[in-house]
């Protein structure tokens, strides 16, 4: 096997969200395996720590903060950071907000603001990215989907929506841009330990009724998300796309 197969040096990521998390996890999984990596996130001063931690290590990385969930700034800033920084090989849509209520007490706005985040900002952002992408015919697009791409359980109606969506939304990207040699992709985790689950992490019947759900046990860890993330990022992933891949400790596969 060729030792390029998975290697990412040369190329540029950009991944949402990554000021901690899935996000952070997977650019320090790319920055391992030779990326330049460029985290975006919303919160300015977790952008700068997390972009600091990984420079700290070694690892080549900027930041860009803006919110994705904002069609006007995505316009303005992801041009900004391709002129600043060069062009984006790799785009992780990784970016994704939770509001949980039962659906006939959820606001229009808590509605709104999770499609917008979790579904239109990855549309948003691909779309500023992938014209660099068709002209240098070769791009990577991860789209971070969920388990509730495909189930889900009461009190996270919009979050599962945005999910299913964004699987779909996978789908679409990866059968238009195909002919220009962009794989698209999704990654579907469980229940992972992030910042996202704390609230349920720290309710002792939740965290139990996980560790039953979930057939290996356990709650994910975001550094299982980096096998998969640098596999669809790299070579070794060039005929595949269109997929999502479920990193859920077997959950999708038990009642
Ligand atoms: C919840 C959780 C889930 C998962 C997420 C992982 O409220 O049950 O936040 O939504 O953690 O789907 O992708």
Known sequence: MPATLFDLHGKRAL????????????????????????????????????????????LAAHGSCFDVSNAEAVRREVPALLRRIGPVDILVNNAGIHRRAPLEELEEAAWQEVLNTNLSGAFYVAKQVVPGMIGRRAGKIINICSVMSEVGRPTVAPYMASKGGLKMLTKAMALEWARHNIQVNGIGPTWMATELNRPLMDDPEFDAFVRRRVPAGRW?????????????????????????????????SAL
Do not use: H, K, W
Request: aromatic share 6%; net charge negative; charged share 15%.
């Open 15 to 58: 991944i949402t969200g990554a000021g901690r998390g899935l996000g952070l996890a997977m650019a320090r999984g790319f920055g391992q395996a030779g990326a330049t990596v460029i985290l975006n996130d919303l919160a300015a001063d977790r952008l700068e720590q997390a972009v600091a931690a990984l420079a700290g290590e070694g």
């Open 220 to 252: 994910g860890d975001p550094r299982d998300m980096v096998g998969t993330a640098v596999y669809l990022a790299s070579a070794a992933s060039d005929f595949v796309t269109g997929q999502v891949i479920y990193l859920d400790g077997g959950t999708l």
